[in-house]
């Protein structure tokens, strides 16, 4: 950032590693602003607005694509739910930070590969702008990377075009995004001062509390074992709604995808993240600067959650207004929590500004 101020930006700094991230894209992006700005850092704070509302208008674009034919009257509910989570005042500090900026772009890559792939019609000009955006999602933060391994698999979900054409383009995703994988770690290292990761195999109740208590910091819960409560209730109302879709609605499956992949990007960021940060402490799974991925898991949760309710509501109206009910009270419960940690990221916001 430095150098870039001065008018000097050596492209071999884009390749290096930023603790345990290759974020090329981002420097460029921050590069740029800070040699515009002459690094004014005020700039750096109205970067991460901008591309958190890009990110609230491809959720509500997805909402808007993937609800609109089932439940009209609850897309504009779930755009508001899902730019108050990704806009969420909890993140504090975090989210007027330009080292966070990396987190946003690569949240902003993952929704907006949903929307694209909910509307996917199998052309190959679609499938390259689909790698683009993955790409750009993996070279702008590590958690990124998750996108090149789910494209493929999502490449061949989509309905509509034939098996061959769908396994050929899966194909061509899956290997571009090996290529790009295989090159990220060519010289890879860990933190400086730090050894690599060690995975332990005898703390896989570890991880799975770590990963429900990342996602659930999403709603601005900070405290880890509130926050894994909080991920253990949202993880099972997506999977209760999931698979009652799935038996009663197999025909919404094109609708349900881009969320699944959108709550799987978010969940597993919590597993990568556990694999990295777990022997920090479980503390570290709550931290601000994870809201901008972690979020997303909340935000498929309600989506996910409002198909299933509606088809309740067609078929049982009764049951569906005890559903609603439930959902709303566990909506407002989980927005008192936000309330609190937003407050308290609001003050870190402002010791921040002074």
């Known amino acids: ?83 108050a989570l990704v806009c969420s005042p909890a993140s504090g500090a975090s989210s ?57 698999a999502a490449v061949l979900a989509m309905p509509g075009p034939p098996i061959a054409r769908r396994a050929l383009q899966a194909t061509a995703a899956a290997l571009c995004g090996g290529l790009l994988i295989h090159a990220y770690f060519i010289g890879w290292r860990p933190r400086p001062g730090m050894s690599p990761p060690v995975f332990h195999a005898d703390r896989w109740l570890d991880y799975g509390s770590y990963a429900l208590a990342y996602v659930g910091a999403g709603i601005g819960v900070l405290e880890h074992h509130a926050a894994t409560q909080y991920g253990l209730v949202m993880a099972g109302v997506l999977a209760a709604a999931t698979a009652w879709l799935a038996v009663r609605r197999p025909d919404l499956r094109a609708s349900l995808g881009p969320w699944w992949r959108l709550a799987i990007f978010g969940l597993g960021n919590g597993f990568v993240t556990a694999y990295g940060r777990l022997d920090n402490g479980v503390g570290t799974a709550t931290l601000p600067r994870y809201i901008p991925t972690s979020a997303l898991f909340a935000a498929s949760t309600v989506a996910v959650a409002t198909l299933a309710v509606a088809d309740v509501a067609r078929r049982a109206r009764a049951l569906g207004g005890a559903l609603l009910a439930v959902g709303l009270l566990l909506v407002l419960v989980a927005a008192a929590r936000y309330r609190d940690g937003g407050r ?11």
């Open 96 to 152: 007027t930070a330009a080292w966070i900026t990396p987190a946003f772009l690569a949240a902003l890559a993952a929704a907006l590969l949903a929307w694209m792939v909910a509307g996917a019609t199998g052309s190959w000009p679609r499938l390259v702008a689909m790698v683009l955006c993955a790409t750009g999602g993996a070279l702008a933060f590590g958690s990124g990377m998750l996108l090149l391994v789910l494209l493929p």
């Open 1 to 83: 950032m430095a150098e870039a101020t001065h008018g000097r930006f050596p492209p071999t700094y884009l390749w290096y590693q930023v603790n345990e991230h290759r974020i090329p894209a981002a420097l460029l992006l921050q590069g740029t602003v800070a040699w515009c700005t002459r690094w004014d850092v005020r700039f750096d704070a109205w970067t991460n607005v901008a591309i958190a509302v890009g990110s609230v208008c491809a959720l509500a674009a997805l909402a808007r694509r993937t609800l609109r034919p089932t439940a009209p009257d609850a897309v504009p509910w779930v755009a508001a739910v899902c730019a």
């Open 344 to 354: 308290v990221g609001i003050g870190k916001m402002a010791r921040t500004a002074r």
